[in-house]
């Protein structure tokens, strides 16, 4: 049974950084393509970012372009999401997705295992 598991969330002022980490257990990260979401209560979950299963290549949502980095580190069985210039709108929990078809894909349909989420609020 795969699990994961989302830290590093918190509370940061505007332009600050924070970096989450999703570990995976149960099974080798490098057989997974990662991807993040997001979700405000009463929105709907929305796709930030993945990184493919067997290239690395990593996409990104517009309104994090320049600011987010996705990694992953297959000896640590670690994805992250560095998160830079942090503004308000970015407040929401954070959810890492792993499921195990070459390419990731910014839809939340494609995952199949997902983490418990952690909190991020941007605010002065």
């Known amino acids: 049974q795969v699990q994961l598991v989302e830290s590093g969330g918190g509370l940061v002022h505007p332009g600050g950084s924070l970096r989450l980490s999703c570990a995976v257990s149960?099974?080798?990260?490098?057989?997974?393509?990662i991807g993040w979401f997001r979700q405000v209560p009463g929105k709907g979950r929305e796709a930030v970012s993945c990184i493919n299963r067997w290239n690395d290549v990593t996409y990104y949502a517009d309104f994090v372009k320049g600011r987010f980095t996705i990694s992953r580190d297959n000896a640590q069985g670690t994805a992250y999401l560095q998160m830079i210039s942090l503004k308000p709108e970015d407040t929401a929990v954070y959810y890492c997705a792993a499921d195990s078809r070459n390419f990731c894909a910014l839809k939340d349909g494609t995952y199949v295992y997902w983490g418990q989420g952690t909190q991020v609020s941007v605010s002065s």
């Open positions: 149960g099974d080798t990260l490098a057989y997974y393509s």
